[in-house]
């Protein structure tokens, strides 16, 4: 078993949508949440981070996690095109390892 | 732009061969990263520096090695290689031990093809 998954799409949705994009993990002792995204032929950026349970809101994102169910989400209200991109999400314990899911495919459709 | 230098953009080379990719931390991190991206395995996590020294190491071919220097750049030296090492392979870089967050700042990779 992967110690982070999600789903890989791709995602497709119209313009102004709510996207919600999800992963799962395997190890309770995660704490740190992170989700990047990464454009075509560029490198992952920090998009949101989050510790322990709850929520975390920056403009038209917000990140979820739920410890309970070892989830985690993130929404994105009033999709653009320019929101097109992978979102891959991401969780650190400790020992300078961040553990990246797989990625999701997200196209925006103007 | 994340301040993380990777050299070369774009590599082709033939199986069997030797290639170095190299990469420069952005001013002040002392930790280095190593990730390999494919199609079906998503990023992987192949090894980590700091300040010099090996600190972590993830699923790494022992084809592959990697070394930072005194000047805190990185070398990937990846050997011997096979169709299946082409991909994309990034350095990140974060800050010192102590104010780690599992934040990372990533260059814009290199993309190895292997033919």
């Known amino acids: 078993q992967k110690e982070v998954e999600q789903d890989p799409g791709p995602l497709s949705v119209p313009e102004g949508a709510i996207v919600s994009l999800n992963c799962t993990y395997s190890?309770?002792?995660?704490?740190?949440f992170m989700w990047y995204r990464q454009y075509s032929r560029k490198g992952p950026e920090l998009l949101m981070y989050?510790?322990?349970?709850g929520n975390k809101e920056d403009g038209r994102f917000t990140a979820q996690v739920d410890k309970s169910s070892k989830y985690i989400s993130l929404f994105i209200r009033d999709s653009q095109p320019s929101d097109s991109a992978t979102y891959l999400c991401?969780?650190?314990?400790?020992?300078?390892?961040?553990?990246f899911g797989a990625g999701t495919r997200l196209f925006v459709k103007a | 732009d994340s301040g993380v230098t990777q050299t070369p953009k774009h590599l082709i080379t033939a199986t069997g061969q030797r290639v170095t990719l190299r990469c420069s931390p952005r001013?002040?991190?002392?930790?280095v990263y190593w990730y390999q991206q494919s199609l079906d395995q998503g990023l992987q996590f192949l090894i980590q520096?700091?300040?010099?020294?090996?600190?972590a190491k993830g699923n790494i071919l022992e084809r592959f090695s990697a070394q930072q220097f005194p000047d805190l750049h990185s070398e990937l030296n990846l050997s011997s290689l096979e169709l299946g090492d082409s991909a994309l392979y990034f350095c990140?870089?974060?800050?010192?031990?102590?104010?780690?967050?599992?934040?990372?700042?990533f260059g814009e990779g290199s993309r190895l093809t292997v033919l």
């Open positions: 990140a870089s974060s800050v010192g031990s102590s104010g780690y967050t599992g934040e990372l700042f």
């Open positions: 989050t510790y322990s349970s």
């Open positions: 001013s002040g991190d002392l930790s």
């Open positions: 190890n309770s002792a995660f704490q740190y």
């Open positions: 991401a969780t650190y314990t400790g020992g300078f390892k961040t553990i």
């Open positions: 520096y700091y300040n010099g020294e090996e600190r």
